[in-house]
């Protein structure tokens, strides 16, 4: 199993067409075979500052969501709405192992 941690730096104008984008990709991502999570977080002291959580059950599962036409159409959408660009960082999960629990 694996996650990404997506760090976003949106520009203050777009916030909340951001927010709107996220929400439509979420809803669709969390339908796609093998994932376990996807989550939309935004700072609580910088609501410039968003960050995906992305959890898939394998390294497969997630390169194909990257092949969806929500998330293409999320990434074209927002691209111009941010600050830098994002930037992805992968993790491993230690815990819990057991996809139940997701």
């Known amino acids: 199993m694996i996650t ?5 730096w949106v520009n203050p104008h777009h916030i909340d ?4 984008a ?11 075979n ?9 700072d609580a002291t910088d609501p410039s500052k968003f ?5 898939y059950e394998s390294e497969e599962a997630s390169l194909a969501h990257k092949e969806t036409n929500h998330y293409l159409k999320w ?7 941010m600050l830098k660009p994002r ?12 996809k139940k629990l997701w």
């Not at 990404?4 to 976003?8: G, N, Y």
């Not at 929400?23 to 796609?32: F, G």
């Not at 093998?34 to 989550?39: A, E, I, M």
């Open 75 to 81: 990434k074209e959408t927002v691209a111009d709405w």
């Open 34 to 42: 093998g994932n376990l999570r996807f989550d939309v977080l935004q």
């Open 51 to 55: 960050v995906l959580y992305e959890a």
């Open 87 to 98: 930037e992805g960082y992968k993790h491993k999960i230690i815990a819990p192992t057991d």
């Open 22 to 32: 996220c929400i439509e990709n979420h809803q669709e991502s969390i339908k796609e």
């Open 4 to 8: 990404t941690l997506v760090h976003v």
């Open 17 to 20: 067409d951001f927010k709107e």
